[in-house]
């Protein structure tokens, strides 16, 4: 018979009293934790933030399959690919709302939820068949990091999916932070997403750069006081010219150097 053992008490013990200058800091909850950029250390990096769907990776043909996966099993024609990349953006649940509205139907919460849990398992187990990075991202990143800048993932798509993605692409290991609706319980636009996204990243907001393809990342960038570059090879509904963002590139060849034109003009101002 294995022998009892005494349960061990833990005893809490005040922290010794404060010397005179120091200060001690708490944990705090998410949109308290919005730190002025003077609450930062001065050597934290510079940090590009991405979107992924339509920004760093070309996502559709995959999603698409993915939805075209579920219509199929409510006895629905598929979506072509070039009518429905306007339709992502938004998550897995909208993009199978607005895939129903095309033929003319709708769902209740719980077939939706039902659907949404089906798409996100198809989807899963063939994340990367098609799926690919942008022309050019790598090099881009290599120039990138060459000059000194680190980067993370900001998105609306969920963590474990989007770190799954860049894992079969081989590109997780080029990420500081890699960020979803999941993380920290809300999404783009709202700018608690981004601003998270950037201190887990070791950055800080005058010192970063926001990249996307549609209207949350103009949005959320705007909110959080941060420059944000439009790339015109992504997924919208809305041109992204039409959104004004910063600086507009069609290839990410022309990244660098939109990144470094809008760096050096921050630290003009």
């Not at 944990?27 to 933030?49: A, G, K, Q, W, Y």
Request: glycine share 8%.
């Amino acid at each position: 018979m294995q022998a009892l053992t005494k349960p061990v008490l833990t005893v809490f013990r005040p922290p010794p009293p404060l010397s005179a200058g120091m200060t001690v800091t708490y944990p705090c909850t998410l949109h308290d934790c919005t730190r002025t950029d003077s609450e930062f250390p001065m050597n934290s990096s510079r940090i590009v933030v991405f979107d992924l769907d339509g920004t760093l990776v070309d996502t559709a043909p995959d999603l698409i399959s993915a939805l075209n996966y579920v219509l199929d099993r409510e006895g629905l024609p598929p979506v072509p690919l070039h009518a429905a990349r306007t339709m992502i953006g938004a998550g897995a649940r909208r993009l199978i709302e607005r895939g129903l509205e095309l033929e003319g139907r709708t769902a209740g919460l719980d077939d939706i939820t039902r659907l949404t849990g089906d798409f996100i398992d198809y989807y899963a187990a063939h994340i990367a068949d098609a799926s690919r990075p942008f022309d050019g991202l790598e090099s881009a990143l290599d120039d990138l990091q060459a000059s000194g800048y680190r980067f993370a993932v900001c998105t609306n798509k969920l963590e474990w999916l989007s770190k799954l993605l860049l894992d079969r692409l081989g590109l997780s290991a080029r990420f500081s932070a890699i960020c979803g609706a999941d993380t920290f319980g809300v999404s783009k636009p709202d700018p608690a997403i981004l601003q998270q996204t950037i201190a887990r990243a070791g950055g800080h907001l005058s010192s970063t750069i926001m990249v996307g393809d549609a209207g949350p990342d103009i949005g959320v960038a705007r909110r959080a006081g941060v420059p944000v570059i439009g790339v015109g090879f992504g997924y919208t509904d809305v041109p992204i010219a039409e959104l004004k963002p910063d600086r507009l590139i069609h290839h990410m060849s022309d990244l660098p150097a939109a990144v470094k034109s809008l760096m050096s003009q921050r630290n003009t101002i």
